[in-house]
Structure formats: C-alpha cells, structure tokens
C-alpha cells in the first residue's frame, strides 16, 4: 500500500480502504483458484496493482469514459483502475470463467459499482466503448484486430479514443507489424521501483 499512497498521494479513505483490501481478497482467493502466480502473490502492490495504474501515465480517464479490460485474467488491469476512476465504467472481459468469477467476487468484496464482467472470447464482445485497455501477452497487432471493433467514434479524453496496453520487454518487432500511430511511454520514468525498468505502455488510436 506504500507504493501506492508514493504515487497517488490524492486518492480518498474510502479508495485507500478499496486498495488496502486486495492484499487479503487475492491471497485468499488464490489459494483456491490460481489467478496471480503463487510466488508473486506477495508483490501484488507492486507488480499487478501499480503496473495496472501506469496507465495513469499515458491518460487520465474523464469523468463518464467507457473502459473495456480485454483479457483480465483476475482483474488486472481493470479493478485497480475502476477503483482510482469511480465515475468511469469499466466492462472487464476474459474467456476464463474462473478468473472472471474471482475477478467478480473482488469487486463485490471492495463495493465498486462501477463494474460489470462477462466470461466470453474477446471477439464475442460487440458493446462499444471509448477505450480498451490491456495486460494480455498478445501481440498488439492482434490485440488491434480484436479491439477495433469495439472502439466508439465518440471522443471524450484528451487523446483519441483507442487501446492502451501494458508490455515488457523489446516492442520492436510487435510494432513494426502496426500501421498507424504506436505511442510507447517507459514506466520507468515515472516509477523509481526496479521491476519498471522494461515495463512500457503502448497506446495506440482507433480512428
């Protein structure tokens, strides 16, 4: 919870409380259902929690944006993100019923209402939002293919309405194979902790 109070010193008790309670809710959860790996467990703050907010960095969702979290496995990135943005909606989609469940009773666990979750193949979802947003291992050309569908024309942030996603490790290649914008922003200069130093996330806009 330090790192997260490091970084976002302005949140309110009650999205302080909603944070503090993942600790417990994943471990327990874990141990009956494997969402996050076992040995990382006890990084959840730092490797899961404040990865998924290093979205933050490329974009701070307005008021009333449409959030899609494509392949959220137990809730990354979409949970912490619902918590810091409560007057956001978010739709957190994955094709592992297991994991939505988890994902489901979490946010139930923690009060928030601004999320909903269904248990379906990505290319199954057809709702449309302002922004899909991504911690899945697919290479981005293929997350574009499945995503493009669901992007909406209307625009409401600073940026145009598209995917942002979360990646590690030498882009290169994923990105030469994107025609278009691909905007990469480090997270290691936002974030002093060592496990940033390869972590990037990569926006690009649907138009």
């Keep these: 919870m330090e790192q997260i109070q490091k970084y976002f010193p302005n949140i309110t008790e ?6 503090a309670a993942l600790y417990d809710l994943y471990t327990d959860w874990n141990s009956k259902i494997n969402v996050i790996s076992r040995k990382d467990i006890q990084n959840l703050y730092e490797h899961h ?4 907010l290093g979205i933050t960095e490329v ?10 979290d494509l392949g959220t496995g137990g809730g990354f990135p979409g949970i912490p993100l619902a918590i810091l943005f409560p007057d956001c909606k978010f739709h957190l989609v994955d094709s592992i019923g297991k994991k939505v469940r988890v994902a489901n009773e ?6 928030l209402k601004n999320v909903t ?4 193949r990505a290319e199954e979802e057809k709702q449309k939002f302002d922004f899909v947003v991504s911690r899945a291992v697919m290479p981005l050309a293929d997350l574009l293919k499945i995503c493009r569908k669901n992007i909406s ?21 994923e990105m030469n194979e994107v025609k278009g914008i691909v905007e990469v922003t480090s997270l290691n200069d936002y ?5 940033f130093e390869t972590k990037k996330v990569v926006y690009v806009p649907i138009p």
């Design 106 to 111: 979490i946010a139930n666990a923690i009060g």
């Design 59 to 68: 974009l701070n969702f307005k008021p009333g944006t449409t959030i899609m």
């Design 49 to 52: 929690v404040l990865h998924s």
């Design 14 to 19: 009650e999205q302080r409380n909603q944070f």
């Design 153 to 173: 024309k209307e625009q409401k942030n600073a940026l145009p309405n598209g995917l942002i996603c979360l990646k590690g490790g030498e882009l290169e290649r």
């Design 191 to 195: 974030f002093t902790e060592e496990y």
């Design 117 to 120: 979750f269904r248990h379906c």
